[in-house]
């Protein structure tokens, strides 16, 4: 149960953040004060943006461990959604999304990449032991607080049909498919 809530708290998750990168707009939230510490990212000291985003205001405990995670780190985007601060960044063509609730505490991180070498071999062989016939086309690697084993969402395809595949502790399971027809 636990896993099936976490995979569906992950699924709507990676929803909303495709949809917001679709825009490709940075989103209309504004900042909000709360009573814990906040430090003024302004632009170009953790975003490296030459364009004057204005201001946001992000959490000192949550920008300290991003900092402390993802040192070398450059044009990162931050945005406040509901309960939670958004960092989106690229390194190496891969997006990646790191979330913190309001009080600075780590959430989850997802990568993202189309590069399905980059997938574990033990994860690929999973994979592709039982889609033989498919190609991987996208990978979201999730790592997450309540959960201690990375979860990979593999999409797959073939000619008819895509499949999101959810690999986690050796374990596999099909948790979406969709006709291309």
């Given amino acids: 149960m636990k896993k099936k809530s976490l995979s569906i708290l992950i699924a709507g998750s990676l929803a909303l953040f495709a949809l917001d ?3 490709g707009q940075p989103g209309n939230s504004t900042a909000k004060n709360y009573s814990t510490t906040s430090y003024n ?5 953790l975003s490296g943006s030459e364009k004057g985003e204005g201001i946001r205001h992000v959490n000192i405990d949550a920008v300290r461990d991003f900092m402390k995670r993802f040192p070398l ?6 945005r406040q959604v509901d ?5 989106t ?10 979330a913190y609730k309001n009080n600075g505490r780590w959430v989850y991180t997802i990568n993202r990449y189309n590069n399905e070498k980059m997938l574990p071999t033990e994860v690929r062989a999973l994979v592709k032991k039982t889609y033989y016939d498919y190609t991987i086309s996208h990978i979201d690697e999730v790592h997450h607080t309540e959960q201690p084993n990375t979860i990979y969402l593999v999409l797959i395809e073939d ?4 499949k999101t595949i959810r690999v986690c502790d050796g374990e596999m399971e099909e948790i979406h498919e969709l006709s291309k027809e």
């Fill in 21 to 23: 990168n679709a825009n």
């Fill in 41 to 45: 990212i302004e632009s170009g000291i």
């Fill in 73 to 78: 780190c450059t044009d990162v985007r931050w």
């Fill in 83 to 87: 309960d939670e601060y958004n960092a």
């Fill in 89 to 98: 960044f690229h390194v190496d063509s891969n997006e990646t999304m790191v």
């Fill in 159 to 162: 000619d008819k049909t895509l």
